[in-house]
């Protein structure tokens, strides 16, 4: 790899982390829930790349960031869908006292 091409990765990398960040902070409430629906899906295709890395066992480095990689989307993707859930019950029994 060309320092060039690791410099440039590094600031789309840090680049894409600022605008995430500011993006994912001004959201309203209202929108968590379809908002955390796309993010459960971009975690779904790092789980795909995550396996291709690691299931490629090129070196043991790669093999072991690879797995550790499954294991964050999987976690990420598991509480979305637990938060979700729970965000939209307690919308639901909002609804039903009035």
Do not use: C, Y
């Not at 990765?9 to 982390?17: D, G």
């Not at 072991?64 to 979700?84: D, Q, R």
């Not at 965000?87 to 029994?93: A, E, P, R």
Request: charged fraction near 10%; charge should be positive.
């Amino acid at each position: 790899m060309h320092s060039v091409d690791f410099w440039s990765m590094t600031f789309v990398f840090m680049l894409a982390a600022f605008v995430g960040f500011d993006v994912i902070r001004n959201v309203s409430r209202l929108l968590h829930t379809p908002l955390m629906s796309l993010t459960n899906a971009i975690s779904a295709i790092a789980v795909v790349g995550s396996i291709i890395i690691a299931g490629e066992q090129k070196t043991t480095l790669s093999t072991v960031l690879g797995t550790i990689a499954v294991a964050a989307s999987v976690t990420n993707i598991v509480s979305g869908f637990l938060i979700t859930d729970r965000m939209l019950k307690m919308f639901h029994q909002q609804g039903q006292k009035r």
